[in-house]
């Protein structure tokens, strides 16, 4: 608490973490006395450097450029890079924290790491983007490798940022190696990586309604976000019977309860992914829907919501909202959306409710799943990829069962995420002695 007392984020993920995992600790003998946990939250290797780049003006700009290599124990260090104002130390310690217990739990041989910089992409030109990513990995190629670390996209990394970090990675290594994943199709990609982390989500809240002799069929989701995860989300739920009637962004919500259907999506995706503009434009084609400038969906009615956007944007009182509005099942596909007085709102209504390093592991699954189409250079089909990530996410609901169901039946996916992403880190730390 004294070493990191300057970062909320990372504290407020340990915490959680903490609370499940010690009482585990406590009642199991081979974890006693061996301080696994103090070994778990000082990252292996925290990397912090300058990212010197010359804007269309031709004046030369300064950003800080990060990777938080938390752990390898498992496999080599894997984790997105996040593009976004707002990052710093705290915020990625916290990320690559959580993605070590996530990583853990897909099955797959995957370390945790996490990296980004305090650069802003909006408003920069395509050229600015570049000249960035190519001095960004003009550091970075010298701290990853694809037995080392394989970095993949997050908040404002997408398949543009990613295309230009290979590009440099491949001209200094003089390589062509799974370095990086959400590649393009064309040079090493993964069919379904895109989509995987919305679709991963959506299948792990079908695993949880299931259970309970329910379906999405039907149901009305509120969604946060107009970004990648948000955009898959949507178009799994939609196709799976649902119907979606928020998106979000940092400007605010727009709300359209005759739902997002896929004509709709697509006009999403033209907005954000190819025009890079704001959610607001949503109502030039279709002015029936409604928008909160400034707001976040969680005041709108719905069965279930999934919030896909940023850490700590759900809080008590949006989860009182929800709870009072009849939701039954919250399930994040952002990092840490709910904040922990939300989080005991939902455990206390009893209402399903899945975090993000179980629901929205299918990204970085399937990332796993890249590296080992890149490693065997071979390419599976669309098909094959959903199959596993449908397997997937089901083991993991599984492992959540079997850690997290408490005395009366109910399902403390917290918990059974927590114990479960530990039991396997935690084993392999013991086997390789203090290193
Ligand atoms: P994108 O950059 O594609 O989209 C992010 C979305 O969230 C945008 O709509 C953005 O709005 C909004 N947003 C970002 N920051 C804020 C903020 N501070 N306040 C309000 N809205 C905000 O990112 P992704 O969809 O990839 O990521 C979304 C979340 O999912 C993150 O928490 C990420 O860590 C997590 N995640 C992503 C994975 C992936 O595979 N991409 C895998 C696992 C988790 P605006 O355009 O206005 O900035």
Request: charged share 25%; hydrophobic share 35%.
């Amino acid at each position: 608490k004294v070493r990191n007392a300057h970062e909320p984020e990372f504290l407020q993920a340990v915490r959680e973490v903490a609370e499940t995992v010690l009482p585990y600790i406590a009642e199991h003998e081979i974890y006693n006395g061996k301080n696994i946990l103090l070994r778990m939250v000082e990252p292996e290797r925290a990397i912090m450097f300058r990212v010197p780049w010359v804007d269309d003006n031709g004046e030369i700009q300064v950003n800080r450029g990060y990777r938080i290599q938390m752990s390898s124990v498992i496999g080599p260090y894997k984790g997105g890079l996040r593009f976004h104002p707002t990052v710093n130390l705290s915020i990625l310690k916290f990320l690559a924290f959580e993605q070590v217990f996530k990583n853990s739990l897909t099955t797959l041989p995957m370390g945790g790491g996490k990296g980004g910089s305090d650069f802003d992409p909006k408003g920069k030109s395509d050229n600015e983007i570049m000249r960035f990513c190519h001095s960004f990995m003009s550091e970075l190629f010298r701290h990853i490798g694809p037995n080392t670390d394989v970095p993949a996209g997050d908040i404002g990394v997408g398949a543009r940022e990613i295309g230009f970090l290979f590009g440099m990675y491949r001209k200094i290594r003089n390589e062509f190696t799974g370095v990086l994943t959400g590649k393009g199709l064309s040079w090493g990609g993964s069919l379904i990586r895109p989509e995987a982390t919305g679709y991963g989500n959506v299948y792990f809240a079908q695993n949880m309604l299931e259970l309970k002799g329910d379906s999405l069929e039907g149901k009305i989701i509120t969604v946060s976000g107009s970004g990648n995860v948000a955009q898959y989300a949507t178009e799994k739920a939609t196709q799976l019977g649902a119907k979606v009637v928020t998106l979000s962004d940092s400007g605010g919500t727009i709300y359209d309860k005759d739902g997002i259907d896929e004509e709709k999506l697509a006009y999403v995706m033209e907005i954000k992914n190819t025009k890079r503009g704001r959610i607001s434009e949503y109502l030039d084609k279709y002015p029936n829907a409604e928008y909160y400038a400034g707001k976040t969906p969680w005041h709108i009615p719905c069965d279930i919501a999934m919030p896909c956007a940023t850490q700590n944007e759900l809080d008590k009182e949006n989860a009182e909202a929800l709870v009072k509005n009849g939701c039954i099942c919250v399930s994040e596909g952002a990092n840490m959306p709910c904040t922990p007085g939300a989080v005991m709102v939902f455990h206390n209504s009893k209402i399903l409710f899945a975090p993000g390093k179980a629901s929205n592991a299918g990204g970085v699954a399937t990332s796993g799943l890249e590296m080992a189409q890149n490693s065997l250079r071979y390419s599976w089909t669309r098909e094959e990829v959903d199959e596993k990530l449908k397997g997937i996410m089901k083991s993991i609901h599984n492992s959540c069962i079997e850690h997290g169901k408490d005395p009366d039946g109910y399902i403390n996916y917290v918990r059974g995420a927590n114990i479960a992403g530990f039991v396997k880190v935690a084993d392999a730390v013991l086997a390789q002695g203090v290193v």
